[in-house]
Nanobody
């Protein structure tokens, strides 16, 4: 059974930083990533990383966010710097392997002064 445990969300001032973590259990996943959904908007990809560390970022976060993974711990991290109010959303961990895909429960990130 696959479980995803997310942590690291919270309230931060504009310009601040947060680090999200997502630990997966049950199996190894080739693709791990983060999506986000703001109120009234569709869920969108933020960043993803393959087992071999190839990365992909949304244009809106390039240069501010980095994604990394620890394959030994089956954990993916999202380091978010220079946060803006428009980054406010629920962030969801997503993992994929073969035909299977799983979502975390979501963690709230609020950027506000």
């Amino acid at each position: 059974q696959v479980q995803l445990v997310e942590s690291g969300g919270g309230l931060v001032q504009p310009g601040g930083s947060l680090r999200l973590s997502c630990a997966a259990s049950g199996r190894i996943f080739n693709l791990m990533g983060w999506y986000r959904q703001a109120p009234g908007k569709q869920r969108e990809l933020v960043a993803s990383i393959t087992y071999g560390s190839n990365t992909n970022f949304a244009d809106s976060v390039k240069g501010r966010f980095t994604i990394s993974r620890d394959n030994a711990k089956n954990t993916v991290y999202l380091q978010m710097n220079s946060l803006k109010p428009e980054d406010t959303a629920v962030y969801y961990c997503n993992v994929r392997g073969g035909l299977l895909a799983f979502w975390g429960q979501g963690t709230q990130v609020t950027v506000s002064s």
